[in-house]
């Protein structure tokens, strides 16, 4: 009979932050780790349960450009993007929040899944596949507070209470919980506040109450460390501006078509994929790149472990107190209407401006036209970059950077997680 290990998964934890969790800090050795280029959630996620890099298991990103069908798709949650054998593949696990978790296979999980109507409305709600009846037993949960302008404590809350709940009823042999709390104000305002960082230890302080009552070792995990910056680019706009980037004009404002351009990129706060159409022009964009303030160095995949089909013909990386904007209009008139909502499916780039709000009472404005059944959007994201003051994708110092905890000499690289806690395991199924 194997060990059974907890996973827990604080976004933006480092060892700098780390005085300020100390139910967190008891848990083992702490090890500041490398992660993969780029440090975003999903690329992170996919090298740590595979133990591969970005080259071998094609998680290039949090989004990219699918050639087949010509689309920008962030976000997507299907397990079969991940190339590769997943560490929850030879475990009975309970995997609560961690991307790729529709059809993982796991035995149990639970995942945001929202309702879409074919008249365009949405109820948010999320898969359930752990027998526990949460939302009966926790009530709903607290979807806007996961993302946009409310994100905050309440979703890593209610994941950790409901990460606790499956382990004392279920006993997995492996669960995998994720506590994103840090990663909200963290972009918001300033990357080292500690009252959050003692909310969120609090928060993974009942995860291990119940890993304990139930004889798992819990290991905790980060997946990025979060810096200051002050510097948006817009990449996409410099790209329009040289006469690459194809844009049409309607009713709603302006689109990119990603396959009638020459070069578009694909933005994910501090590196972007930029995808270009032709082979003949790959230098002329790189040189057109290079040039642009903020960018420290535009590079082809391979330099970087990134050489995968989903991957641009360049990527860029930007200078450490800069991060790139998907923005692609010349004037804020001409902003598709997708851009003032929080719809991160519908961007073709990561848009940390979803975290700030122009206006409450526009806002509750809006809610009460959808109470009342009318037509409405929820147009109150800003289209000012200059909110933004913390970003990460960059690979930073070790103080500054991600870590993991855990006990028998943890690793100090993603790809060794794997194997690592399949050794806490005990290998067996």
Known sequence: ?????????????????????????????????????????????????????????G????????????????????????????????????????????????????????????????????LDFTGCDLTRKLGSFPFFSFWGPSAGLPSSKWIAAATATVMRDKKPQLTLAYLPHLDYDFQRFTPDEPARVAEVDRCAGQIIDAAEEIGAQVVVVSEYGLVPVSQPVHINRVLREAGLLHIRNGPFGETLIPGESEA???????????????????????????????????????????????????????????????????????????????????????????LFITSKAKAIMRLAQKKLGFRYKMDVIPLDASLVKGSHGLLTDSDSGPLVIGPRDPPDDMKGFKTYVERLLGGLK
């Open 264 to 354: 578009f990129a694909v933005a994910d706060h501090q590196i972007a994929h930029i995808y270009v159409r032709r082979p003949e022009r790959i230098t002329e964009v790189a040189k057109l790149l290079e040039s642009v303030d903020g960018i420290d160095v535009v590079v082809e995949p391979g330099d970087i472990e990134l050489d995968h089909p989903r991957s641009g013909e360049l990527v860029a990386l930007s200078k450490p107190d800069a991060w790139f904007t998907y923005y692609y209009w010349l004037e804020n008139s001409n902003a598709p209407d997708f851009a003032r909502t929080v719809d991160i499916h519908r961007k073709p780039g990561y848009d940390p401006c979803e």
């Open 1 to 57: 009979m194997s060990s059974r290990v907890c996973v827990i998964n604080v976004v933006g934890l480092t060892p700098k932050l780390l005085p300020h969790a100390p139910r967190l800090s008891d848990v083992g050795t702490v090890v500041a780790w490398q992660s993969p280029l780029p440090a975003v959630t999903t690329t992170t996620q996919a090298t740590m349960l595979t133990g591969l890099k970005p080259s071998d298991h």
């Open 59 to 126: 998680v290039v990103g949090n989004g990219w450009y699918f050639r087949d069908t010509q689309e920008i798709r962030f976000w997507q949650q299907a397990n079969s993007l991940i190339e590769g054998e997943k560490l929850y593949d030879k475990y009975e696990t309970a995997k609560m929040f961690w991307w790729f978790n529709q059809s993982s296979g796991v035995k149990y999980s639970v995942t945001p899944k929202p309702h879409y109507g074919c008249d365009g409305s949405k109820i948010f709600d999320i």
